[in-house]
């Protein structure tokens, strides 16, 4: 059984009809060894994955070397696939938060729901914590997540 069923919980909350479509998702007290075990989930889920600085494509590397990059630095993205269809987009802004977004466009009807919560809970799992969604721009409450405590994603 699903976490959260689109018609009855979610289909409003992930409408991209009003112009925001990128949602926040921050997972708050992080370490560089939270951000590495971020990076081997990945690797050993199997999910395509691009991680690049500015225009360039490189090998994925260890979480230390790309946190300790210079200050005025390009900031690098990864981009994970955890399906054909759906991308998240994680930004390394900083050691002290695990910080990605997701299209709202890629994310309609239930099996793209599914992928969504999946794809949450198991880096809430590996990490121990939660991660929560927060509407573009708004990091007050988020509208949906994983609870590590529920151990399941929930609308909030």
Sequence with gaps: MPDLTWDDHVAWLLDPSDGACLPDVYVAGTTVADWQ???DLVVEQGWAFEYSEGDAVLPLP???TVLSRPADAECPNLRVWPDPEVCAIFRF??????????DLRELQGQERLDIL????????????????????????????????GADRVLVR
């Design 37 to 39: 075990a971020l990076l």
């Design 62 to 64: 260890r979480a230390a």
């Design 93 to 102: 802004l900083g050691a002290q938060e695990i910080d990605f977004d997701v």
């Design 117 to 148: 919560c999946g794809f949450l809970a198991v880096i809430g799992r590996r990490l121990g914590k939660s991660v929560p969604m927060y509407f573009e721009g708004d990091t007050q409450e988020p509208f949906l997540g994983y609870d590590v």
